[in-house]
């Protein structure tokens, strides 16, 4: 789909406007002076559309998510080599509560790996790689930076124990996530390393862990 029309930008190579539960995926989008995805959701009503496995370089931005357009997926792409941003969350005169989660996503060598101007909106980045210093949020807004976290439950013979209860705190002392490990013993956690605000990083580090099980 080809928008060259719209009032809040020259041209995006494909452009979804209050377009919901959409699956894109194994796209290449590059070379476009505009917007390489654009999508755009109104009165705030989840999007909901998956981004899956595509390769946008060379754009400006890769991704513009209006910002409106909430409950996006971007998962195992590559962004890179974007003139501006990797990922755009825009600045309307609408607020949103819906956020954007960025999952096993690759950014090299953009402006901005993503760059927040829209109020009140959280882009969750997790298991990713980008660069630290490329991240820009304005106030009222987050970036939340996530990483899988691993644990093996084990008795004091090195077997796996399953069904015991693991709590996760950060280094604020809040329970952040509950759960149960499997009949091999593990069990895996989304942690926040750090969060940023305004362009100053909170960090969540370390985090604690305790595990429970009766008769042990």
């Known amino acids: 789909v080809v928008d060259c029309d719209d009032d809040l930008l020259d041209c995006a ?7 919901n539960s959409n699956f894109i ?6 070379n476009n002076y505009e917007v390489g995805i654009y999508s755009r959701q109104l009165n705030d009503d989840p999007s909901g559309n998956n981004f899956s496995d595509n390769t946008l370089t060379n754009n400006s931005p890769g991704y513009l998510f209006h910002s409106t357009a909430g409950n996006n997926y971007v998962v ?8 501006d941003e990797g990922i755009y969350v825009d600045n309307y005169d609408q607020l949103s ?12 060598l953009n402006f901005y790996d993503v760059r927040v101007s829209a109020r009140e909106r959280n882009v969750t980045i997790i ?8 991240i820009s949020v304005g106030s009222g807004s987050r970036v939340y930076v996530q990483w899988y976290v ?42 926040t390393e750090y969060y940023r605000d305004d362009n100053v990083n909170y960090y969540l580090v370390p985090h604690t862990f305790t595990a429970t099980k009766n008769n042990y």
Request: hydrophobic share 30%.
């Open 150 to 191: 691993d644990i093996n439950v084990t008795d004091a013979d090195g077997s796996a124990l399953e069904g015991v209860n693991i709590n996760s705190y950060d280094s604020l002392s809040n329970l952040v996530e509950t759960n149960i490990s499997s009949p091999t013993g593990l069990s895996q956690f989304t942690l």
């Open 25 to 30: 995926g194994n796209n290449t989008i590059s």
């Open 13 to 19: 190579a494909m452009s979804l406007n209050s377009s």
């Open 127 to 134: 298991n990713s790689s980008f660069n630290r210093t490329n």
């Open 76 to 83: 195992g792409d590559t962004i890179s080599n974007n003139l």
């Open 97 to 108: 509560t819906q956020d954007i989660y960025v999952i096993n996503t690759n950014f090299t």
